[in-house]
């Protein structure tokens, strides 16, 4: 979902309510973590995301609460962003392992608390979550399959270590 290009404003307001929702429940989760390092990192950026958790439930209200347009638009957006949204929560292979080891949960429990959390938000701004029978989450991103805007996004990231590797 992070790989698509800026849009309209309308898709990419929803895909940032959508996967700052996921991040925010992520970094929750992980402050709990037994591994220490791990937990004291998702503690400082649980305080950051907040924020942006806060900007975009605000707008999602307001424009799905405005005109018929802004509704249709913002109803719209949610339909097109969700099924990417659901890949957030592809597990991966060693996720037994994490859970064994008390460093993370698992991406289904996680999925679940993210649905709890978005939906009365949504609610109140009149949107519907696509129903379940239409769920398609977008997996491949944990194995290395990604859309054709990554490669343009990981050249713009290298562009100054590759202008001056000793840069820092």
Known sequence: ITEFPIGEYDF???????????????????????????????????????????????????????????HSRMQTALNETFNLALGIFEESEFASTLKELGIFDGEKILQEMWIEEITPILVSANLVIPDKS?????????????????????????????LDPKAE
Do not use: C
Not at 35 to 59: N, S
């Open 12 to 70: 990419s307001l929803m895909r940032n309510f959508l996967f700052n929702h996921a991040e925010r429940i992520r970094f929750d989760m992980l402050s709990g973590s037994t591994l220490d390092p791990l937990a004291q990192l998702a503690k400082k950026y649980r305080g950051e995301i907040k924020y942006h958790v806060m900007h975009a439930g605000t707008w999602i209200k307001q424009l799905g609460q405005a005109n018929e347009e802004s």
């Open 134 to 162: 239409l769920w398609q989450p977008a997996y491949g991103g944990r194995y290395g399959i990604h859309t054709e805007y990554l490669q343009p996004l990981l050249d713009e990231m290298g562009e100054v270590f590759r």
